[in-house]
């Protein structure tokens, strides 16, 4: 397999997930004074860039292609397969099946984190997360409304707004505050910042008389990416990607129409 952006952290993940599963990888980053590998030697591509990079890699690739968690809508061609961590998250898959048995009338979710905590041994300010256009707040809402309409289902309606509130260095806004209506009647309300701390991913579901409440962030991360990286592997075999180019491109429509272009 040949990983594009393999210097970055997720594409370091990636490398390493996909050798101890037993396969062969090559490495190639844009930091590389070398030309990319020829793509055709290999059985499929993951591309780890930044998302303003994404595009430009898989246009060409006709090779079964996994894609880190975009912000930015994209044309779909190629044979591209884009990342779901959330949904290999095992509260997740608990509520998949929970939510339908017991019916819920609304949630309240909060996901909040330091941006400066992301990679705290270098400079945020360089990154691509703090850039407008691709910012760390905006990939999170992305990244949660993945396994929110695969628990809930399609969104019916929805109102995104991204805001930048504190005096951090950086274009991008750091609060997102979303109404959210469900096909299934649920509604929810989504809170995603990148200037909390501690760390915050909490999820609480209303019933009639009643509150649930789950911390998403008491989980083992690098097993959700290995379970995740290994599915994709598994489509070589025939198996089924639990995440559609179409749910990807709706759910960037969602976020993207919202976004204040001023």
Known sequence: FLVIGCEGSMGKRRTKHLKELGHEVIGWDIT??????IVPDCDGVV??????????????????????????????????FPSCTMRFH???EYLRKHI???????????VGN???????????????FAKYVTGGAKEIVAYELCWLVDVFGPIVMSLIIGEKLSKLQMEANDYYRGLLEFASDMVGTLIVDTVSR??????????????????MGDVDWEDCY???????IDIFGGSEWPYSV?????????INMGEDDE
């Not at 339908?100 to 909060?110: D, M, N, R, W």
């Open 246 to 254: 179409e749910e990807d491109l709706n759910i960037l429509h969602e």
């Open 198 to 215: 501690p760390r915050v991913r909490e999820l609480k579901i209303i019933y009639d008389g009643n509150t649930e409440s789950y911390d």
């Open 32 to 37: 590389h004074k070398t030309k990319m590998p």
């Open 226 to 232: 290995r379970r995740e990286i290994k599915a994709w």
């Open 47 to 80: 591309i780890s860039t930044p998302p303003d990079h994404h595009e430009e890699y898989f246009c060409n690739i006709s090779l079964p292609t996994f894609v880190e968690a975009s912000v930015i809508p994209y044309k779909p061609q190629g044979n591209i």
């Open 90 to 92: 095992p509260t997740v």
């Open 100 to 110: 339908k048995e017991t019916k819920p009338l609304a949630f309240i979710y909060h």
């Open 114 to 128: 330091h941006i400066e905590d992301w990679h705290p041994n270098e400079d945020y300010r360089t990154k691509y």
